[in-house]
Structure formats: structure tokens, C-alpha cells
Nanobody, 114 residues
């Protein structure tokens, strides 16, 4: 399984971005997908996950600003990020899970300027 993340960039505080994670093959072969992020000097943290059945979970710290969704026809998972803050600056990684195995895509950098 290969995952390709894209959509990062530079945005001002309060702006929006949508990250995409394209999966080689069908996303139905994965039990869940998600997004994590790693800010400079910090540990990687989980941001959002979505199961094959469509159930989503989010980090409490996001305060409802992010939304994870999937498009089965495009084998792509998205992370819509609204009301971005400088503390959201990080490299964002997408992840697919099948059983006990995690598949990671390369990161995409999100920079939020103040």
C-alpha cells in the first residue's frame, strides 16, 4: 500500500487548507485512515482518523476546526482544515491501517503565518 499526501502550503492565520491522501488500490482494503502531524521539536501527534465504516475521531485540541473525509471513488482521504492557527504549523502525514500494520505516506508541510 502506498499513500501520497499533498495539499500543504503557506497560509495566514484564520485561513483554510485541504490536504489529500491518495491511496494506491482501494481504500476499502484498509481498516482505517488518518492524519498525524509533527511540529518542529515536538512528537508526532494524531490529528484525525476515519474508519472504513465512516466513523471519525479527532484530537480534542482541534476544537472542531478540522474535518476528515474519504472519497471511495477516488481512493482518497481528505483533511479539511479551517481557522488555522500558527500552532497548526507542522508536517502532516497520512496513515492507513490494516490489522496491526500501519502504512505511512510522506509528509506535507503546512505553515501558518501569524
Amino acid at each position: 500500500v502506498q499513500l501520497q499526501a499533498s495539499g500543504g502550503g503557506l497560509v495566514q492565520t484564520g485561513g483554510t487548507l485541504r490536504l489529500s491522501c491518495a491511496v494506491s488500490g482501494s481504500i476499502f482494503t484498509l481498516d482505517a485512515m488518518g492524519w498525524s502531524r509533527q511540529a518542529p521539536g515536538k512528537q508526532r501527534e494524531q490529528v484525525a482518523t476515519i474508519t472504513r465504516g465512516g466513523r471519525s475521531n479527532y484530537a480534542v485540541s482541534l476544537e472542531g476546526r478540522f474535518t476528515v473525509s474519504g472519497d471511495n471513488t477516488k481512493n482518497t482521504v481528505y483533511l479539511q482544515m479551517n481557522s488555522l492557527k500558527p500552532e497548526d504549523t507542522a508536517v502532516y502525514y497520512c496513515k492507513g491501517t490494516r490489522g496491526w500494520i500501519d502504512y505511512w505516506g510522506q509528509g506535507t508541510l503546512v505553515t501558518v503565518s501569524s
